[in-house]
């Protein structure tokens, strides 16, 4: 049995997409999915302790920022945000399950799902989703 555990943050960041939109910002809200076998103890499948600075300096990266600016974000479209915010986070959080990034208010938001190599998913909902 699998469990599959998320974490959420926020940041504000500007950005452009020419030929697209002009400079212009948006209140970012991130939520990542991390996934894998409940510890016999504490049921929990990741310590949030051991996530929270990984997941916090990720955030000062982008946080009150000219998206553009960062390398790897010269067309920083919500997919492209997501993938970056993958990549960086794959390397440090073992289950990494998916990345999904949204802008805009609660209720009238928008935003994209990344999901990585089906072959590294952990949790089994997410495998038969993706099948």
């Known amino acids: 049995m699998g469990l599959s555990t998320y974490k959420e943050f926020a940041f ?3 950005h452009q997409t020419p030929p697209f939109s002009g400079l212009h910002g ?13 510890d016999p ?14 997941v916090d300096g990720l955030r000062r990266e982008l946080d009150n920022r000219y ?3 960062i390398e790897g974000l010269a067309v920083p479209t919500l997919e492209n945000v997501a993938r970056w915010i ?16 949204r802008r805009g208010n609660p209720g009238s938001s928008e935003g994209v799902s990344y999901v990585g190599n089906k072959k590294q998913m ?3 909902v997410l495998q038969e989703i993706l099948s």
């Open 86 to 101: 993958w990549t960086r986070l794959e390397v440090h959080i073992d289950g990494l399950e998916c990345v999904s990034v």
């Open 41 to 54: 103890v504490f049921g929990w499948s990741h310590n949030l302790y051991d996530v929270d600075p990984i």
């Open 12 to 14: 504000e960041a500007a």
């Open 122 to 124: 952990r949790s089994p």
């Open 67 to 69: 998206l553009n600016d």
């Open 26 to 38: 948006h209140s970012f809200r991130v939520e990542i999915t991390l996934g894998g076998e409940p």
